[in-house]
């Protein structure tokens, strides 16, 4: 089985989990992982599938345009126009994996808090890479569109190397970290702590926090 | 294994699926795929059975005025008085397949905005067949009732081409598209989109959208 | 295998469901299916047991009085002390299955109106064997008791043939059909209705809605 | 296979069924059972594994310390520095077993009620070992931190020999039993009553209970 084989089983695996979970709908949605960094080649989930029934085949490698490679096994399948900002997140934080799901609550906080949603003093954020206590960390929330240079742009300007994670406006949410399991355990702890902010919002206010 | 049985055996499959997300409670709720165009041809589940354990079998087919054909494997075979609506739907819009289910959220939707659930600027309106920004998505909301007559006839009044789904007030919620999968990926961001809207409802409210 | 082991393989299955919706926490709840009239024999789940695990020899026969009789299989198996209610309110129902769950949404729904749930013009009531338009169901609500007997006089107090539910306040919720899976489908169709109706509570309230 | 790689598996199947429930994401949450009272002898997961994944090696056997035995399998293996709390729970409160899960509603409601959450007069408190009826139940909060010296001073304050759980605020729940299964059984039935209580809670402000 081939490096790009590998990676299409680990993203189909792990973009199961993520359908399951509602939060791949539809077709939506997408992962990768870095497969060599000079040039850089990221293998994306292609485009246009459901994201509960890929196979190891549904992966398209692609450069840090996020256009597909010219010499690779399925010439014919397209990668994601989203595969854009997965290669620059990837260039940018040294990530060696990005999610990228429509789980609820990400989109439901940065509707809430549109200049970014700000997590303190919560033990899951060890699970985020970041520490329990006095550690005011702000997840960046960028608006939605379809450039992905502009998104790009908006996300390297607000890039902290501390803080794996950005929510795209009315949209979803991107996750990094060595590799897919560690951004899966990344995106699990900080789904949960969003949701845990939304659901406990107005006690929140009353104590003064954003 | 003939054309029908095939069918019968993707509605099956289908109904599980969503039985087990607890959007088929009971005996409720139906799917269809069409099967031939003129005359009309549509197969319909049956009616009154547990939709998580439908067997390929357990389809009728209808014409377009919903009742069953003559000629067919299993004549005593009842289809659901809401075939009549699912052939409608089909005639009226060209769909391949109709998914009537009763997940929650559509039905909370409807009784908060009885006119129509408008949805705008959100990405997860792609997976529905429209535009992520600037392209405002009403999803109409008609009258339960038990005549599909009366119903089809409200249906058709607020049809329009670029919308796939009805919700019934109190009631349901009908999806469509070219095929069962289509449907299906159609309605999983519908129903992120209503639940989206509804647990960011005040949020809405505040900034003036309907 | 005996009548009493296929009631009990039918009653681990279906506790094993409900078990799996979180609605039979720790060893809570139990299910029953009515064996004979006359005299009443009730097959009633054990006590004290884990609800996903059952076997179908977890099963106890009891009489009118929820007390095991004195000829059967497993005599040193203890049968719930809500037994009793069982099998009152398959005496006085004439159903054949009784089910008892600790669902959340009919014990908030109580919560909020404690002298009994109305529903009116739902679709879904048709599953819960009620009209879906001008015909208002109030589901009863009986206070939490010990006393199987203080309890089913409650029951019977509250009791229409029409309305195969009870709800225990502040504890969990009855219901009850021809079989096992009438029963369940008629909860699977009112645990969706009340969970509709806490979510809708303020739309209600400003309609006049009790 | 010995008695700790026994506790392993049982512990990675506890673990795996929690996981399932969104209770252990990411590494986060650890499971314990004793072996042994003269010394303190307790079998904890590990450090820093996926909890959906554990297998029966995945075990550690620590002291009252909560630190490593000397004389062990996996010499190599880390404890989670929660061990200690476990070590402490166990030592303090007799329990067989004590699960720390960060199921979400817990955490909202000690949020909600920073001095303790108050349970009283329903049903599923029998399940977590109190009465149904007249008995107030006070689950102690304490405050998070990184010192299970301090944690565990705060838990003995609070603790209660007839309350078997403690809520780190901001953190999770630890719930204990004699052993797995009623550790487990009272988790579930206590998330019950978390979840109602926080459901209900404007009507329980109305009613005047804290």
Same mark, same amino acid.
């Given at each position: 089985?081939s490096?790009?084989?590998?990676?299409? %089983?680990?993203?189909? +695996?792990? =973009?199961?989990?993520?359908?399951? /979970?509602g939060?791949?709908r539809?077709?939506?949605?997408?992962l990768s992982?870095? &497969? *060599?960094?000079?040039?850089l080649?990221?293998?994306v989930?292609? =485009?246009?599938?459901?994201?509960?029934?890929l196979?190891?085949?549904?992966?398209? &490698?692609?450069?840090?345009?996020g @256009? $597909?490679?010219?010499?690779?096994?399925?010439?014919?399948?397209?990668? =994601?126009?989203?595969?854009?900002l997965?290669a #620059?997140i990837?260039?940018? =934080?040294?990530?060696?994996?990005?999610?990228h799901?429509?789980?609820?609550a990400?989109?439901? !906080?940065?509707?809430?808090?549109?200049? *970014?949603v700000? /997590?303190?003093?919560?033990e899951m954020?060890k699970?985020f890479?970041?520490?329990?206590?006095?550690?005011?960390?702000?997840?960046?929330v960028?608006?939605?569109?379809?450039d992905?240079?502009?998104?790009?742009?908006?996300?390297?300007?607000?890039? #902290? $190397?501390?803080?794996?994670?950005?929510?795209v406006?009315?949209h979803?949410?991107?996750?990094?970290?060595?590799? &897919?399991r560690h !951004? #899966?355990?990344?995106l699990?702890? @900080? +789904?949960?702590l @969003?949701?845990?902010?939304?659901?406990?919002?107005?006690?929140?206010?009353? %104590? *003064?926090?954003?």
């Amino acid at each position: 089985m081939s490096v790009l084989e590998l990676a299409g %089983r680990a993203l189909a +695996e792990e =973009s199961a989990r993520f359908a399951g /979970l509602g939060w791949m709908r539809g077709t939506s949605g997408n992962l990768s992982v870095v &497969l *060599g960094r000079d040039p850089l080649r990221v293998a994306v989930t292609v =485009s246009g599938r459901d994201k509960g029934e890929l196979t190891s085949d549904d992966v398209v &490698l692609v450069g840090e345009d996020g @256009l $597909a490679v010219a010499d690779q096994p399925h010439p014919d399948k397209v990668p =994601s126009a989203e595969a854009g900002l997965h290669a #620059r997140i990837a260039a940018v =934080s040294g990530a060696g994996a990005v999610i990228h799901v429509h789980a609820l609550a990400p989109v439901v !906080a940065a509707e809430h808090w549109p200049d *970014g949603v700000e /997590l303190r003093d919560l033990e899951m954020l060890k699970g985020f890479g970041r520490a329990a206590h006095d550690d005011l960390v702000t997840i960046p929330v960028i608006a939605n569109g379809q450039d992905m240079r502009v998104l790009g742009d908006a996300f390297e300007a607000g890039f #902290r $190397a501390d803080t794996p994670a950005v929510i795209v406006a009315r949209h979803g949410i991107y996750v990094w970290g060595d590799d &897919l399991r560690h !951004a #899966r355990h990344r995106l699990e702890c @900080l +789904e949960w702590l @969003l949701r845990f902010r939304v659901e406990t919002r107005l006690v929140g206010e009353e %104590r *003064g926090v954003r």
